[in-house]
């Protein structure tokens, strides 16, 4: 333990004093450059009450690890290729199962018209196919309340296709983006949803379906302001055995879960001026689901959203903070909806969670930073649909958590 | 005595330190496989955004940064409107997503224009006064500028009474480069007789136009007509 600890404090004098610098790699391969980075973070997280996002927090957990390492490059002068393997251990999800993040052919035929298919990051919001890449803004954790770490996988990519593109408008008002895209979502079985479901003693073979969506984003005339809209429909299968409350004697039995409704609507808005960054968005999830041919059936209808601002007060230092609100609502019928009772009342902390957060970040150098934050919260939404926080860990919930978190990131 | 003066003479230079880091001129430079002698503000930040990887004439483009230091942040100051540190995000967010690649990045004005001069389509910056022998240089386009410089000096094209017996005349349009300090950089034919665009090149070489910021592009016409 001891060499461990001097091994780790080693290499991050080397990495702070330059002595190892980081430097994105690239290599010909038939006379093309291929380009290679990486990513990796450490976090530590500890609570005051609630375990949280599956850890042992209030002990203080460093069960927060994840990494990236991607390859592309130009295969013509329109087309470009490259993939990225991700893998993380946040707690019990992830458990360092890698996986292929993203792996595109990208074929742009105008600026205003281009073609992305393979396994692709899906455009929802102003970070759903950042949310991985810690180091690209000031906060540790993205607002909960509309980008779930947990359910990171539900959202981030899908086998398909996607059409998109730039479209300058006329008489100085801006620029247009565009993306449309459909293809086929696969969840993690390492996800927050698949562990959810294990309390209740449904075990998931597999989770996916078809999804398709769009984004229209609008970068306008007045300088450093973006707004636009998201949505994203899902058709969804989910295959598992559970034990059925009803007749446990049986034991294991098929279980099956389609969708009868799964969309989300996203809102957002940015505004950069210098070296101040605000940003607001607003997403609606609803998923009406359907369980064993109408066993029982539960809509639920999560609404989130968040305003948060960061200012890089010098070059490696950075501050933020946000506001994020979180309320879950769910109602279910059918012959076991006593196993399900309708959570309606968002006053109660079961049914929310509002949390304030704030954040510094520093930047030892261009590839190394470190960020501290704490959040405030209120409320552990504890429902039929994942939050962050899970029975498993809890054996009963406290209405308030407060969390320290501790992250550093490198990035090359 | 002897101590003031210097100290006055270290917060003189310290005061003007920012004026002359700010003062940086920058030229945009092209490979040569880039046949446009002027490209678009628009157009300029939408290549090294990565939002375009050809101009509006469809030849491949593609951005060279420069490391740091006054020019780059002038570039990015004047054509990108962003920092340094919020373009390397940007990057990287691409980079990381398979949506983009991180441009490549060269310490002095002496590599970039090497590496530009040999890859086809590059787009670089560089200082304002590094001579820029293997590439071309880009005038930019500004919307807000063209056609407001003012034109102060005019030559009138020679026409040949040749030409005007033979009844050859017409139209000739030029794209001409103003640079800043007014006189005419770099004359391009849009359209028009060859013969007689020869004889408006040779004069508009001589036009001298108003001081400006910054280097300007502006479209001409010129009539010749025999009948006068």
């Given at each position: 333990m001891h060499r461990r600890i001097v091994a780790v404090i080693s290499v991050c004098l080397c990495l702070w004093s330059g002595q190892v610098t980081l430097k994105a790699q690239e290599f010909k391969l038939f006379d093309r450059t291929v380009q290679v980075h990486g990513f990796a973070s450490q976090g530590l997280v500890y609570t005051n009450e609630n375990n949280w996002l599956t850890m042992n927090t209030s002990q203080g957990s460093a069960a927060f690890t994840d990494f990236g390492l991607n390859m592309s490059a130009p295969a013509t002068d329109k087309l470009r290729v490259g993939a990225q393997v991700y893998d993380r251990n946040l707690g019990q999800l992830g458990q360092y199962h890698p996986s292929l993040d993203w792996a595109v052919a990208d074929y742009r035929f105008k600026p205003w018209f281009g073609v992305r298919g393979g396994k692709v990051k899906t455009t929802l919001g102003l970070y759903n196919d950042t949310?991985?890449?810690?180091?690209?803004?000031?906060?540790?954790?993205?607002?909960?309340?509309?980008?779930p770490t947990d359910l990171r996988d539900a959202s981030i990519a899908h086998l398909g296709g996607d059409l998109y593109g730039n479209i300058s408008l006329k008489h100085r008002l801006g620029t247009l983006s565009y993306a449309a895209y459909a293809g086929h979502r696969s969840d993690s079985l390492y996800s927050g949803n698949a562990y959810l479901a294990s309390e209740y003693r449904v075990y998931y073979s597999s989770y996916g379906g078809l999804q398709y969506g769009g984004d229209l984003r609008w970068s306008t005339p007045l300088k450093g302001l973006l707004i636009g809209a998201s949505r994203i429909d899902g058709d969804l299968t989910g295959k598992a055995k559970f034990i059925n409350?009803?007749?446990?004697?049986?034991?294991f039995v098929p279980y099956a879960e389609v969708s009868k409704a799964d969309w989300s609507n996203q809102f957002y808005g940015e505004y950069t001026a210098g070296k101040l960054r605000i940003d607001s968005e607003y997403r609606r999830f609803v998923h009406d689901g359907i369980v064993n041919r109408g066993l029982i059936e539960t809509v639920t209808d999560v609404r989130g959203w968040y305003i948060s601002g960061a200012y890089r007060f010098i070059k490696r230092l950075a501050l933020g903070a946000y506001y994020s609100r979180y309320s879950i609502t769910s109602v279910s019928g059918g012959p076991e909806a006593a196993y399900a009772p309708d959570q309606t009342?968002?006053?109660l902390p079961a049914n929310h969670l509002y949390d304030k957060v704030i954040t510094g970040r520093v930047d030892l150098n261009r590839f190394w930073n470190v960020k501290v934050e704490g959040h405030f919260m209120n409320g552990y939404g504890a429902s039929t649909y994942p939050d962050g926080f899970y029975p498993q860990v809890n054996s009963h919930f406290k209405p308030n958590t407060n969390a320290l978190v501790v992250k550093t990131g490198v990035s090359f | 005595m002897k101590s003031l003066r210097l100290l006055s003479l270290v917060a003189v230079v310290i005061m003007l330190g920012p004026v002359c880091a700010h003062a940086a001129e920058v030229k945009i430079i092209a490979n040569p496989s880039v046949t446009a002698n002027v490209i678009s503000a628009g157009e300029l930040k939408s290549v090294f955004l990565e939002e375009?990887?050809?101009?509006?004439?469809g030849t491949h483009a593609e951005p060279v940064l420069k490391k740091s230091g006054p020019v780059h942040e002038a570039f990015l100051r004047q054509?990108?409107?962003?920092t340094d540190d919020d373009l390397r995000t940007y990057y990287r967010a691409l980079v990381f997503t398979g949506r983009g690649s991180m441009p490549k990045e060269l310490s002095s004005d002496a590599e970039v224009i090497a590496y530009v001069a040999g890859k086809r389509g590059a787009i670089g910056y560089v200082s304002s006064e590094t001579s820029t022998e293997g590439v071309k240089t880009l005038a930019v386009a500004d919307a807000g500028n063209?056609?407001?410089?003012?034109?102060i000096a005019r030559v009138d094209p020679g026409y040949p009474e040749t030409l005007k017996r033979l009844n050859i005349g017409g139209t000739v349009r030029l794209q001409v480069t103003i640079a800043p300090k007014g006189n005419v950089e770099n004359v391009q034919v849009l359209g028009g007789n060859p013969i007689l665009a020869e004889f408006a090149i040779s004069a508009v070489k001589q036009w001298v136009y108003a001081a400006g910021h910054s280097r300007t592009s502006t479209e001409v016409t010129i009539l010749f007509d025999p009948r006068r």
């Open positions: 949310q991985d890449l810690d180091f690209l803004r000031t906060f540790a954790l993205l607002p909960q309340s509309v980008y409350p009803l007749n446990p004697g049986a034991g009342d968002i006053s | 375009k990887n050809s101009l509006s004439d054509y990108l409107g962003r063209i056609a407001e410089r003012k034109l």
